[in-house]
């Protein structure tokens, strides 16, 4: 027996989506597509005029309504995906411009509704090809389907079981000792040198480089305030300064009658320049390079091997997860030596 129904399905702006089914005959009988909407009215308009024509005996066509408007092509989807994503930082929206690019490079003229899960295989083995780590391309796969997912494209090739991301063995981070930090310490420019040993002492995200201010640092009790608006979980922090690292942040300040709250508090430094600098300083001193991010790692170790539990060094370096930090940032280091940061600023 003929019949038609209609599935809500969850889209991530809660809305939802109307789908529209049927089958021409029985359970037995393959089940259609008759179109996806946003209103449920809509969807009802569609399944009543299908079931009018299973009524009639005639198969119903949908061929002519899929023809008008013309679909508009991955890259134009992209684009308006985009934009659209007014509830995600800067940050967040440069990740994703930077990964569906390479989306782009390769199908961007494709239509939304030809894209196949043999297009996008294709797309896995191009990107694989052109050395592109497994991660990456993950991640470009994961927001081509939400770019599918936001126009409506059912089933998703994108989220198919038959897509296979290239296989890649786990590289263990080894974060850089307190040797090699000295050593880098010691051939950055002067402005990079506090910035430096911030994020080594504090294991604060590298984006608290261009997000720290004046007003952050309270000098009397030395500490700095990570602000839960700056802060990926969203929670507010206050890390504590050991005594030379404070008195060295102090003597590059301004006297206090004439400090701007607003002002950065590095002002001649930013996250993506100090990561240039730290690789370029690694390769001239001769040791591994390492990154801003990977001071994190060091930290979070150094504080697991003092014999910290993991919800103290959680709150130490706002970490929301303790199982994230357990199993991601605490590592085997050979030499779980400190900075000597009195012997360094000297």
Request: include cysteine.
């Amino acid at each position: 027996m003929a019949s038609t129904w209609i599935v809500k399905r969850k889209t991530k702006d809660g809305a939802g989506r109307f789908r529209v089914e049927w089958r021409a005959a029985g359970r037995s009988s393959k089940t259609r597509y008759g179109g996806s909407f946003r209103t449920k009215r809509e969807a009802e308009i569609r399944r009543e005029w299908i079931a009018r024509e299973l009524a009639a005996l005639r198969t119903p066509d949908l061929t002519p309504l899929a023809s008008t408007p013309a679909a508009l092509t991955l890259e134009q989807a992209c684009d308006r995906w985009r934009e659209s994503r007014i509830d995600v930082t800067e940050s967040t929206r440069v990740l994703h411009r930077v990964a569906l690019k390479r989306v782009t490079a390769v199908l961007g003229s494709t239509r939304v509704d030809k894209v196949t899960v043999d297009a996008v295989a294709e797309l896995v083995q191009t990107l694989s090809a052109d050395g592109k780590r497994r991660e990456t391309i993950r991640k470009s796969v994961k927001y081509l389907a939400a770019v599918l997912d936001e126009h409506g494209v059912e089933p998703n090739p994108a989220r198919a079981k038959s897509i296979r991301l290239p296989h890649e063995e786990h590289v263990e981070l080894v974060p850089p000792d307190a040797v090699a930090v000295e050593s880098v310490y010691r051939l950055l420019p002067s402005a990079y040198r506090l910035p430096l040993l911030w994020l080594d002492w504090s294991g604060a995200r590298v984006s608290s480089i261009d997000t720290l201010t004046v007003g952050d640092y309270d000098e009397p009790a030395r500490r700095v305030r990570l602000r839960a608006s700056t802060t990926k979980t969203r929670s507010a922090l206050w890390v504590e300064l050991p005594d030379t690292l404070a008195a060295a942040l102090s003597a590059v300040l301004p006297p206090r009658e004439d400090r701007d709250g607003a002002a950065p508090l590095f002002p001649d430094c930013s996250a993506d320049r100090l990561r240039t600098a730290i690789a370029r300083a690694c390769r001239a001193a001769g040791v591994p390079v390492f990154s801003p991010h990977d001071l994190r790692h060091r930290r979070i170790s150094l504080l697991h091997r003092q014999g910290r539990s993991w919800a103290e060094i959680a709150r130490f370096v706002g970490q929301r997860k303790l199982s994230i930090t357990a199993d991601t940032y605490s590592h085997v280091m050979l030499d779980g030596a400190e900075l000597d940061y009195t012997e360094v600023l000297r």
